[in-house]
Every structure is written in structure tokens, then in C-alpha cells.
């Protein structure tokens, strides 16, 4: 079985889980490991993102409506964390991007640190408008989630590809 490892990461925490994942995979067939390119065959893909918006990146959707007939399993890392449900409704999202040829063998997200200049953002924001609850509640996200991926988060990324690969 040829596996590909496809990722995209911008401040580092999906090339932390991706690593994760390789590091978990170390005795099978690892045909590539690295971002977005064409004319990677495959039996396997992995691919990851992290989350802007609420989806995928750009590279990432346009690698995954390229894939027919394929296995894939696909993790994410969002800076907004902890709730079972947010994590359903961003993998909802990027089944958009995957064809009705392919089969979705399973998901994993887990929370990533987010740039400073969100914080700076919404330390603005609580500024004009102090009473604000959510953009409290955003603020103590932020700060939750300075600390991952954490090894916990690693730990279940590895115990997750190993479990729908059965390796």
C-alpha cells in the first residue's frame, strides 16, 4: 500500500500532526510527505490543513477534488478548539472537496495556536466593545490554545491513523 502524506501548514501545527502521523507510519510505504503537488500516485492519501475560515486552505480543496478513486483520511488543525461539534462542521465542509469516486476512510482534528495578530485583533475589539461576552470568550480560546498541538493531541493523531490503517 503506497501512502501519500499531504499537508499544508502555516504557523506549524499541521506539520506537527503530520510529522506525528508519518512518525506513526514509519514501517509502511511513505511514497511522499510534503505540501500540495501534482501527479502523486497514491493507494492512500493523508492530507491536512489547517483551518482558515472555517475550511480548508485554497491548495488543499484543489488537491482533493484532483484525487478519484482513492482512500483518504484527512486531519485538520483550527485554532478554535474543544467542541466535537465545530470539528463535525469544518470535516462537513471539506467532504465538499472530495469526490463520490473516493472513500473516506476517517478524520482527526485537533486545536492549534493561532498568530498573534489575532489576539491583537481581538484585544482591539474588547477595546470598542468592552461588554462584548463573545469576544471574551474568543480571547480565553486564544490563550487555551498557545499550547497546542499538545502531546495529547499527538498522541491521539498517532493512535488515529493507526487505528483506520490497522498497522
Sequence with gaps: MKIAIVYKSLTGNTKIIAKSIKEALQKQNI????????????????????TDKGDATEEIKKFL????NKKIAYFGTAGFGGSNEYYIKLFNRVKSYI??????????YCQGK?????????????????????????????NKALTH?????????????KSILEV
Excluded at 477534488?65 to 478519484?68: H, I, R
Excluded at 469526490?99 to 482527526?108: L, T
Aim: glycine letters at 4%; charged letters at 35%.
Design 99 to 108: 469526490k463520490k469516486s473516493n472513500k473516506i476512510i476517517g478524520y482527526f
Design 114 to 142: 493561532m498568530p498573534e495578530k489575532i489576539r491583537q485583533k481581538y484585544e482591539y475589539l474588547i477595546k470598542e466593545h468592552p461588554d462584548d461576552k463573545n469576544i471574551k470568550i474568543s480571547i480565553d480560546n486564544f
Design 65 to 68: 477534488l484532483s484525487l478519484e
Design 149 to 161: 498541538p499538545d502531546l495529547n493531541d499527538i498522541e491521539n493523531a498517532k493512535k488515529w491513523i
Design 31 to 50: 511514497i511522499y510527505f510534503g505540501e500540495p503537488k501534482d501527479n502523486i500516485d497514491a493507494d492512500v492519501y493523508i492530507v491536512g490543513s489547517w
